[in-house]
């Protein structure tokens, strides 16, 4: 049995949308339907199947406005998402990489519908591996953001390091990581240590006497 159109769903603002609408519409056009039907109920019946027909009308022009303006949206997101400039995944807790932005796919080297799938556990260097578990447990035990630094294997390419940040999501399925690689300040800090080293051999090793002394109070140091 259809509903009444009394008994319709509507909102009041596109019913009052609907009545001025229909208001402004020729006599003729009103009256289509049951022109030669002159009774109360028969016009009351008409003038609510009308009114009820403008109302779809308009709520279908409103939902397609919400549809373009929510599409526009998502194509605004997936173009900031995928052309930032830190590599973002998202990752189950068992490290299954659900997905990556086009720059996390360049940090590790490989097609992101290669890495789709696939374990993130799988991109770290072996003496990496349990510091990731580890890593990855914790993210996953409390809904606070987690850092860690790793080394990353690239096939054919020398290994990369990277800083991580990541966080659980509210319903603890999954989480949010977001890499930032750290190669070129690793070298450097590895060639600050080295040259650390070489210079405290050639302290060590001088023939002649060497004395370092604090300028403000002349200690030796």
Known sequence: MKPKPDSLPRTDHLRNRAELQLRRQPTGRKRRL???????????????????????????????????????????????????????????????????????????????????????????????GPGFNSFLKQVFAVQTKHSGEFTLLRRGQSPRFVSIDAQRSPDGQECRAVAVDITERKWAEDEVRLSEIRYRGLFEAAHDGVLLLDPATCKIT
Do not use: C, W
Request: proline residues 1%.
């Open 34 to 128: 049951g022109s030669k039907q002159t009774h109360a109920d028969t016009r009351r019946l008409l003038h609510e199947l009308q009114v009820f027909q403008i109302e779809l009308e308009l709520q279908n022009e409103e939902l397609q406005k919400a549809r373009d303006e929510m599409e526009a949206g998502l194509e605004q997101y997936s173009s900031l998402y995928d052309f930032a400039p830190v590599s973002y995944f998202t990752l189950t807790a068992r490290g299954i990489i659900l997905k990556v932005n086009l720059t996390g796919a360049t940090l590790v080297g490989l097609e992101r519908s290669r890495l789709v799938g696939r374990t993130f556990g799988q991109l770290v260097a072996a003496e990496s």
